[in-house]
């Protein structure tokens, strides 16, 4: 049930794509070595679908809901003039339903009239008549007859479900999402505070990357029809549509874990500069996003309700929105819920502990919280220069990465940093100081491992592309497993 890797994610996906055929204008002609890219793996999306019919059925038991066009909603019938279509009529309204040849000519056969029709509501029925089989098609079916049946507007007006039509709605708030992963009541609780990243920046993806962009954005659309269509929480598909308008802004980089872990003195050792405060009691209260800017836009801040925006003439800034979090914190629970929020936004997630303490219980928690949303995760072991000896770090290095694998089910990179100490070496450098003690207190950051991957990272378009793609999808991924 859980999503430990991108392949769960895609057959998740996978189920999705196999119930959204008829959403009006979906198409998915996603090339197949972009699929490939998409699974990291040989499966296609036509490969999965078999996985997706025993799923469906028990589900809609479970739920304890009718069929959309089950007895119990069909006692419900006001307009009665259905029943004296003939096959031709049925098969019009078929037409314009958005149903295919498939099916109207399965119909067409069988000679359903209207009368036969309203009686359509056994999935045996339709495999006799050969009805073509994926559950998502016949789902709709069903609905559009219950909405024929009780003289509701058709389903495929409701088809064109847009980030307009959702715009009313209330802001994210809390969260509803329930799902009981963790036993913690506040693990599901969250303030997501809309679509931040997509503020200013275009990413340039490529043209390839482009065109997958488009594709993927009508998919989002789709999964977005599909999850109103299983009364999901609106809040939950406002939250897709803005990941959707996401697509096309920079990669973001999101530094989360507890407070006084090191975030903002490893951002600030990223990037050169003390442009974060750093400090051992909670001093990050807001989310801030450090973005380029340079000329008259350097060291502009721009504040807003929960984050504040910082901009600086850091060349890397032009590749990434780096974002500092005010890391999790059993007392401060506002800011654990701000951290929490901005987590499904985030692109690749700097995990960041601590040697003094490392992966603490609240730790492992806010582990599982990120694993829930599909992210790519990176664990910076942070203060190693508290460790006097070389095995004792190894020591501690392999058990942040054993427990975080059993956590993620993955293994993600392990790097062990001083994050202070590279920031002392990048100023000391900068400012003209003896290069040898700059040198020393570099080796002994061990910094330069952790800038070679994270350069690596940015600078392969196929792996920042594909991580952005991903990004939607993990949060669709999940919602559906939430609310199928
Ligand atoms: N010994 C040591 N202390 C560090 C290191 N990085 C940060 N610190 C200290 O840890 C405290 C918390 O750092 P800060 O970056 O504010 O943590 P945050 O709350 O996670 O943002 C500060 O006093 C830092 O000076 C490091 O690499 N080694
Ligand atoms: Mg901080």
């Not at 119930?19 to 990291?40: D, I, Q």
């Not at 339903?97 to 099916?103: A, P, Q, R, Y």
């Not at 590749?319 to 701000?338: F, S, Y």
Request: aromatic share 6%; glycine share 6%; net charge negative.
């Amino acid at each position: 049930k859980k999503m430990t890797n991108h392949n769960s994610v895609v057959s998740l996906l996978c189920a999705a794509l196999a119930m959204a055929p008829h959403v009006e204008g979906f198409s998915l002609h996603v090339p197949s070595f972009a699929k490939s890219r998409l699974t990291a793996s040989q499966s296609s999306f036509a490969a999965c679908q078999p996985r997706l019919r025993p799923a469906f059925s028990p589900i809609l038991a479970r739920n304890n809901r009718p069929f959309p066009g089950s007895a119990l909603s069909m006692t419900r019938m006001q307009d009665q003039s259905m029943l004296s279509w003939n096959v031709d009529e049925v098969v019009s309204w078929l037409e314009a339903e958005g149903f295919s040849s498939d099916w109207t000519e399965a119909f067409t056969q069988n000679e359903i009239d209207g009368e036969a029709l309203q009686l359509l509501k056994d999935p045996e029925v339709l495999d006799r008549m050969g009805v073509p089989k994926p559950m998502g098609i016949r789902l709709k079916f069903w609905q559009r007859l219950d909405n024929l049946a009780n003289g509701r507007p058709s389903g495929s007006a409701s088809a064109t479900l847009s980030r307009s039509s959702t715009s009313t709605l209330s802001r994210p708030g809390t969260s509803t999402l329930t799902k009981p992963d963790v036993d913690d009541e506040e693990a599901n609780e969250f303030t997501s505070p809309g679509a931040i990243l997509g503020a200013s920046t275009q990413a340039p993806m490529g043209t390839v990357g482009d065109m997958l962009v488009a594709e993927e954005k009508r998919f989002i659309d789709a999964v977005a029809e599909l999850l109103a269509e299983l009364d999901a929480d609106d809040r939950d598909v406002t939250l897709l549509l803005d990941l959707k308008d996401n697509l096309n802004q920079l990669y973001s980089v999101v530094v989360v874990g507890e407070f006084n872990a090191g975030k903002s003195s490893l951002i600030n050792a990223i990037l050169g500069g003390r442009f974060c405060k750093e400090g051992v009691v909670p001093t990050t209260t807001t989310i801030n996003l450090l973005r380029f800017g340079d000329g008259t836009e350097a060291g502009r801040t721009q504040r807003n309700k929960d984050y504040c925006e910082l901009f600086l003439p850091v060349q890397l800034l032009r590749q990434v929105t780096m974002v500092d979090t005010p890391g999790t914190n059993a007392i401060i629970r506002e800011q654990t819920k701000l951290t929490k929020g901005f987590i499904p936004q985030s692109d690749l997630i700097l995990f960041v502990t601590s040697a003094e303490r490392p992966l603490t219980e609240t730790e492992g928690r806010l582990l599982e919280y990120i694993r829930q949303w599909g992210k790519k995760v990176v664990m910076i072991l942070n203060k190693v220069d508290l460790f006097t000896q070389d095995e004792e770090l190894e020591e501690v290095r392999a058990f942040v990465r054993e427990n975080t694998e059993k956590i993620l089910g993955v293994a993600p990179p392990v790097f062990a940093v001083a994050g202070r100490l590279a920031l002392q070496a990048k100023l000391s450098r900068a400012a003209g100081g003896p290069s040898a003690e700059a040198d020393a207190a570099w080796r002994r950051s061990r910094f330069e491992e952790l800038e070679g991957y994270i350069t690596a990272t940015l600078s392969d378009n196929s792996v920042t592309v594909r991580t952005k793609l991903e990004t939607p999808l993990g949060v669709a991924a999940r919602f559906l497993d939430n609310y199928r």
